[in-house]
């Protein structure tokens, strides 16, 4: 019984060794945040990853960004250690090569749609032949494009897409530069609040989840740095959920934007979600196969088994007891 007592001890004693050497081959944590994920203001504003890691030394680094074209780059680069993207946008950085896993739900959004000004006479998709459409290449609104255009027969040859990021995107729009726009929250609500754009084509189910993804490099090394990651990103998010009003005013402040543009983003942005799973990976894999029907993913990428290599729900169980 004693021996027993002892290599249970000794087993014990060599895992909190291993965490601890993890931490201290680490001196810095580079995570993203993002205004298409509330979440992460929440993690920042209140310093939790901080919190978590101060005893270790290790030092946060926040990188801001923009669109998951931008997280993806960063993240390729390594330059971020954890990046926020959609669903679909993290599947194409995959296939194109960017060793990435998908790790953690932060949101379940509708935050794309395609959107016009009032004064185009653009009522459905078809009526986009032969107009200019700005997108950011690589991200949801993109994805939610070539998809809507395909369900109307169209595709990418059929229209003129101006590449920009979403901001500017939206400014185009307003300007009259474009005749639409692959838009996204919550820039896109408020095009839709204050300029009065209309959201003409809308369809929930081809948003695609918001994920935190992990460089694959920094997970096999530091696996047990992951899961702190995990656990403080879900203290972020019922935090959130406990708080809306706390929320809405870390919203509020990073953008700058109205109460009512926060507002409509808010009531298209669902946090009830946390662990990666089959249902991500049923979205994510409809959207590829949608994507490589229209050529944007080549025809001998096998996309059920790229979604596989992707998605990865161990870090996120084992940090949340699920």
């Known amino acids: 019984m004693k021996s027993l007592v002892r290599l249970a001890l000794s087993v014990l004693a060599g895992l909190i060794a291993v965490g601890t050497a993890q931490a201290a081959d680490v001196s810095e944590i580079r995570v993203d945040w993002a205004t298409y994920n509330p979440v992460s203001l929440i993690l920042k504003d209140e310093g939790i990853l901080e919190k978590e890691f101060e005893k270790d030394g290790i030092k946060i680094t926040w990188v801001q960004s923009a669109g998951s074209n931008k997280a993806l780059e960063f993240l390729n680069a390594g330059s971020l250690d954890f990046g926020s993207t959609a669903g679909a946008a993290a599947l194409i950085g995959r296939v194109n090569g960017n060793p990435i896993k998908s790790i953690y739900v932060y949101s379940r959004p509708e935050w794309t749609a395609l959107v016009t000004r009032k004064d185009t006479g653009i009522a459905k998709v078809q009526d986009l032949k032969g107009k200019s459409i700005a997108v950011t290449?690589?991200?949801?609104?993109?994805?939610?494009?070539?998809?809507a255009l395909a369900d109307a027969g169209l595709t990418e040859k059929d229209v003129s897409l101006v590449l920009l990021q979403h901001a500017d995107g939206r400014l185009a729009l307003k300007r009259g530069d474009v005749d639409a726009w692959?838009?996204?929250?919550?820039?896109?609500?408020?095009?839709?609040?204050?300029?009065?754009?209309?959201?003409?084509?809308?369809?929930?189910?081809?948003?695609?989840?918001?994920?935190?993804?992990?460089?694959?490099?920094?997970?096999?090394?530091?696996?047990?740095?992951?899961?702190?990651?995990?656990?403080?990103?879900?203290?972020?998010?019922t935090e959130a959920l406990k708080d809306p009003a706390k929320l809405k005013a870390a919203l509020v402040a990073a953008t700058k934007l109205p109460d009512s543009v926060i507002d409509r983003q808010l009531e298209r942005t669902n946090l009830t979600y946390s662990v990666i799973g089959d249902a991500q990976?049923?979205?994510?894999?409809?959207?590829?196969?949608?994507?490589?029907?229209?050529?944007?993913?080549?025809?001998?990428?096998?996309?059920?088994?790229?979604?596989?290599?992707?998605?990865?729900?161990?870090?996120?169980?084992?940090?949340?007891?699920?």
């Open 137 to 147: 290449r690589g991200t949801d609104p993109h994805i939610f494009l070539v998809r």
């Open 281 to 322: 990976r049923e979205t994510i894999e409809a959207a590829g196969l949608a994507l490589q029907k229209a050529d944007v993913i080549k025809a001998d990428v096998d996309v059920g088994k790229t979604v596989s290599a992707l998605i990865d729900p161990s870090y996120a169980s084992a940090a949340l007891g699920q």
């Open 182 to 237: 692959a838009g996204l929250d919550p820039i896109m609500a408020s095009a839709e609040i204050e300029d009065g754009d209309v959201l003409f084509y809308r369809k929930p189910d081809n948003n695609s989840w918001g994920v935190l993804n992990v460089r694959e490099e920094f997970a096999a090394a530091h696996p047990d740095l992951v899961k702190r990651v995990l656990a403080s990103y879900e203290k972020a998010r």
